[in-house]
């Protein structure tokens, strides 16, 4: 089975500033997807940015940038230049490539002060 | 156009008691998935539908926990005797499953309290 462990369950980054958010996994797959997932105030989740694994080069979104260490089963998010609209709470997922089941970390809750 | 709609927002029932949450995914979406995400924990697949295939049903933490899906649109998930353990934000999404990767879009949930 795949373990999705996010460690830090809350964070704050000044307005402006960058912030990384961690996730680690546990899986003997080799062909997977891992995403990341925003949930604000208003629940609805909305993918942040997602990575294939057999991709080296970390995916980017804009401001959002990831550092996916497959040996190390790391996929690490980084914010940058952090905004006000960015509070809200980061899952990590990962996906067996062909399979259904999407699992979910517990989330890490980001609040930015201005 | 309009995304994944769930209904309703909010249910509070009593231990007990039946409970039958709704879910509108995006029009043309082949694959539904329905989590559920308790206080402090992340995200919880409890089933999964794709066209007409057989759901995917191994996340279901009971047989109190049942998930239909009507014409291959709608769906309802129905929690049968509910019990305290079962109050948690019940999450919907759908995909279009047109590659492997292609994003979940989610529901704003319905937050169940069972009193």
């Known amino acids: 089975a795949q373990t999705v462990t996010q460690s830090q369950p809350e964070m704050s980054v000044q307005e402006a500033e960058t912030v990384t958010l961690s996730c680690t996994y546990d899986t003997s797959e080799n062909n997977y997807y891992l995403f990341w997932y925003k949930q604000p105030p208003s629940r609805q989740m909305i993918l942040v940015i997602r990575q294939e694994a057999y991709k080296q080069q970390n995916a980017t979104e804009n401001r959002f940038s990831v550092n996916f260490q497959k040996a190390a089963k790391s996929f690490s998010l980084k914010i940058s230049d952090s905004q006000l609209g960015d509070t809200a709470m980061y899952f990590c997922?990962?996906?067996?490539?062909?399979?259904?089941?999407?699992?979910f970390g517990a989330g890490t809750r980001l609040t930015v002060k201005p | 156009g309009a995304g994944v709609s769930q209904s309703p927002s909010n249910k509070v029932t009593e231990k007990g008691k039946d409970v039958e949450l709704r879910c509108d995914p995006i029009?043309?979406?082949?694959?539904l998935y329905w989590y559920r995400q308790s206080l402090g924990q992340g995200l919880e697949f409890l089933i999964y539908f794709q066209g007409n295939s057989a759901p995917d049903k191994s996340g279901l933490p009971s047989d109190r926990f049942s998930a239909e899906r009507t014409g291959g649109s709608v769906s309802t998930l129905t929690i049968q005797r509910t019990q305290q353990e079962d109050s948690a934000v019940y999450l919907c999404?759908?995909?279009?499953?047109?590659?492997?990767?292609?994003?979940?879009?989610f529901g704003n949930g319905t937050r169940l309290t069972v009193t």
């Open positions: 999404a759908s995909s279009s499953r047109t590659a492997d990767n292609s994003p979940l879009h």
């Open positions: 997922a990962f996906m067996k490539r062909g399979n259904n089941d999407m699992r």
């Open positions: 029009s043309g979406h082949t694959a």
